[in-house]
Every structure is written in C-alpha cells, then in structure tokens.
C-alpha cells in the first residue's frame, strides 16, 4: 500500500514537473521559471523563514476545518434526522450557500480584526457548507431497511447514532472535507494577500510584487506541498477510521 | 402465542391491513405468502413492533406489543448487516445494547458463530461475504439474543437455489433445536410449504386462506410426492385469492 502511494505520488510529480518544464520553455521568459530553480529556490528558502509562513497557513487552515466539522456535522445531522428542522433551514442554507464569501472579508475583517480570526472565519463561511449538505444528505442516504433493522435490535436513540448513522456519514463527511481542503486553501492565499506580514499567500504575492517570480515559484510550491500533507493526513485518516470502503478497491 | 385482532394497518388514506385475525400457537411456524403489495411485509413490521397499528392489536404471551420486543428477533430484506461492522461485531451488536458483560457476549458470539459454521469469517466485513454468509450472520444475530419469536422477511429471496435451500434447512433445524416460535414472510411456495407448519395466504391487505401443512417438519419432504401435491394445492389457493 505504501509502496503504492509512493510509486503514484512520484509518478504525479514527475507528471506536473514535465507540464510546468513545457509551460517555461513556451512562455521563455522569467515569469515561469524552471522547476529546478524553484525547486532549489525552496530549499533555500527553509533556513530563510519560509516554513514560518508554512506554519501559519497550515494553523488557519487546520482551524478553520476543524470549526468547520464541529458547526457543520451535527447541523448536518440534526437536518438529515429531522424533516422539520429540513424543511425550515435548508432553504435558508441553499440562499447562503452560493453568495461569494470572498467579497465579506472586508466586514469580517472589521468586525474580527486584521488577525487570525477574520481569514479563520472567510474560510468556515465557504466550506462549511460542503460538511454540512454532505452529513445530511449522507443521513438520508440511509436505507429504511437498514434503520428498521437497527431499531428491531433495541437500539435507543443515543445507540442509533453510535452504532449507524455516524459511520454511515463518516466517508461522505472525509469526502467533503477532501474536497473543502483544495477550496479553503485558494480562500486562505485569497485571504492571506491582505492586512497580514505572515502566511504563505502573504509570501507569494509579496514575491510577484518584488518580481522574484523564483521564489514565488518557490511560494507556489510550498502550498502544494502543504496540500499534498493534508490530502495525505486525510486519506490516512480514512484508511483507518472507513477501513470498509476499500474493500472494494482492494 | 401470537394473536392479532382486527388488525388495521393505513399508510395514509390506503390500508396495508385490513381487520386481520390470526393466532399463531407458541413453537410453531407460519408462513406468510402473497403477492407483492399484499401487506404482508406490513403483517411483519406490526408484529415486530416497529410499526403501530392504525386500530387493533397485537398481543404475545398476552402482552400489547406497543414497540420493539427483546425477545423478538428481526431479520429484514437484505440481512440488515451494518456494512462497517464486522461479523463478529455485527453478531455481538444486539446483545451489547441489551448491557450484558463482555464474558457473556464473547462465549455467546463466538458459540453461535461456531454453531452456524461462521467462525473462519468472524473478522470478516458483510461485503467480503456471499449472500448465504451474510444470511447467516443475520440469523446468528438474531439468535445470539435467545429470542422467543424470530420474524424474517423474504429471507431467503436474493439467494440461489442451492443457498436458499440450506438456509431453509438450516432455519427448520434452528426451529427443532430451540424452543422458537417463526414467522416468516416469502413470495416462494416451496420455502412455504417447507418451512410453514401453517400457511396464510393473502391478497389485498387480507387473510384469503389459512392451511394446516401436515407434512411440515420432515427434512427430506423436498424428495417426496406430498411434497408437490402441497406446493399445487398453495398455488392453487394463491390463484383462488386473486
């Protein structure tokens, strides 16, 4: 299995690394360079503070999901179980769902200050939902049959969430976590280019800014590889906590 | 003893059932054969205690069934396994809810799993297992909780021929060993007249036939002539009802 992942992360890299050498060779000026000096560029730019803005990007973005889990799964939950709370909220959540959460970030901002808590919250405003549709509607995916047959065993209420409807939403709650990571790290370098010194959103614009389009590179490349960690944690994660949703890839 | 009186099922203004009266004596069997939309599964969830009656009831030993019993043992359509348990897990769940120690809940699981040939597959998710396994797994689950009525639903419908007859085999074994009463729902006339020491038949949300099998409890009657003159006179009936 690790072998695996290896063989497919390698086969990746060198997939993108081919893609970006033609991109540098057609465009054959500085803006796109070579994926040797930014590769190089980066391991410079460890010993040069980089990892600190790696750090705190990976802060902002690892709490924003989990405040994200803790508000959008049992909201999600509670609307799946309930047909009535449905009924009175999910129209309220299909509203606020498609408005670009970008565009608060001014009023986020004022209200939560320039720090940490304003790009936390841009972040939960977006993905948020995703959990949260992705828990109820993993609820009502829950056949009758399956439920009847829980019920006729004894099982009380507290039981029935313990012993069903959690592990019936779990892969679909990682799946919408997978998909909010790509989401809320283009919110984060969307957030991290204004009011801040620290992130690593700050250290590329800050870089095209300079016309260092290396170390931008360089930037580019550290979020990458800070996606690629947190793509990693979760399909871990799931491997341990779902191991029945591999049987059929085995 | 199971008894029903006038009986009424609505799913809306429609009625599932319609004033049914049956008495089923305690350590007997019962088939229940219809077409589909009969109200039988209805019958089953009524009798289990998960649906409540529109008017009449249900009484067992005398008692209102007015929920789930924890001597009744269901099995549903489709196994009813939770797909991210595993055998053992899934064997071991209903006696966990009902608070007995782990002691008990090891030597019963691992007794009723030896005892169903399932132990070589305890660890084991249902997906790895074939339908006659899973069937299994679903009775060893019903019956790790020592149930007094054991209701099944189509159990045997998605099998093969061969599966589905083991399974009968195996369940009319169940019914000798244990002091159990069964009823069960099937669309299949030979499971019927197999399994059913009583056979109602019905039609519409109502009893169309009650009929004594007199044949019942013989393990090679499937090799015999009584066998196929019983398996005519049901369909026979069956075509009466409709």
Not at chain 2, 81 to 100: D, H, I, S, T
Request: net charge positive; aromatic share 8%.
């Amino acid at each position: 299995m690790k072998d695996k992942l290896g063989y497919r992360l390698v086969q990746g890299s060198l997939i993108v690394i081919a893609v970006w050498y033609l991109l540098h060779f057609a465009a054959g000026s500085g803006i796109i360079p070579s994926p040797h000096a930014a590769i190089a560029a980066f391991f410079r730019l460890l010993g040069e503070g980089i990892v600190l803005h790696m750090a705190v990007s990976f802060y902002r973005i690892c709490m924003a999901l989990l405040f994200s889990i803790i508000i959008g799964v049992p909201l999600g939950l509670w609307l799946g179980m309930s047909k009535k709370a449905d009924a009175a909220l999910s129209p309220a959540v299909y509203i606020t769902y498609p408005i670009p959460k970008a565009a608060l970030l001014p009023v986020f901002m004022i209200l939560l200050g320039l720090g940490d808590k304003s790009k936390i919250v841009l972040i939960i405003s977006v993905i948020v939902f995703q959990i949260l549709i992705a828990a109820r509607d993993g609820v009502k995916e829950i056949t009758t049959d399956l439920l009847l047959s829980v019920r006729s065993l004894g099982l009380n209420k507290y039981q029935i969430y313990r012993h069903l409807i959690l592990p019936a939403v779990l892969p679909k709650i990682l799946s919408a976590i997978r998909i909010s990571i790509g989401i809320s790290i283009s919110v984060l370098f969307f957030a991290e280019t204004f009011a801040t010194s620290y992130g690593i959103g700050y250290f590329i614009m800050n870089n095209w800014i300079m016309v260092n389009y290396v170390d931008m590179f360089a930037g580019i490349l550290a979020l990458s590889i800070m996606g690629i960690l947190l793509f990693l944690g979760l399909d871990w994660l799931e491997q341990k906590l779902c191991p029945w949703v591999f049987l059929n890839h085995q | 003893m199971i008894v029903t009186n006038e009986l009424c099922v609505n799913y809306g203004s429609e009625a599932a059932l319609k004033n049914i009266n049956i008495s089923i004596p305690e350590h007997s069997t019962f088939a229940v054969i219809g077409p589909s939309g009969c109200g039988n599964t209805t019958l089953l969830y009524a009798l289990a205690g998960l649906i409540k009656p529109t008017s009449g009831r249900v009484l067992v030993n005398g008692l209102i069934v007015d929920g789930i019993r924890k001597q009744t043992g269901v099995i549903l359509q489709n196994h009813g396994l939770l797909p991210w348990k595993r055998v053992w897990q899934n064997v071991a769940l209903g006696m966990k809810v009902r608070g007995y120690g782990k002691e008990e809940i090891n030597q019963r699981v691992n007794d009723i799993l030896q005892e169903l040939d399932m132990t070589a597959h305890k660890d084991k998710f249902p997906a790895q297992l074939s339908g006659g396994q899973k069937q299994r797994v679903a009775i060893a689950r019903t019956l790790v909780t020592q149930p007094d009525l054991m209701l099944l639903d189509e159990a045997s419908s998605a099998l093969d021929e061969i599966t589905r007859e083991h399974i009968q085999d195996l369940l009319l074994d169940i019914y000798k060993k244990r002091n159990i009463t069964l009823v069960f729902i099937t669309h299949s006339i030979e499971e019927a007249v197999f399994l059913g020491q009583r056979i109602l038949i019905m039609g519409e949300g109502q009893i169309k036939h009650e009929v004594m099998n007199p044949w019942f409890g013989d393990e090679n009657l499937r090799l015999k002539p009584e066998f196929y003159s019983m398996c005519t006179e049901i369909r026979k009936r069956l075509k009466e009802g409709d």
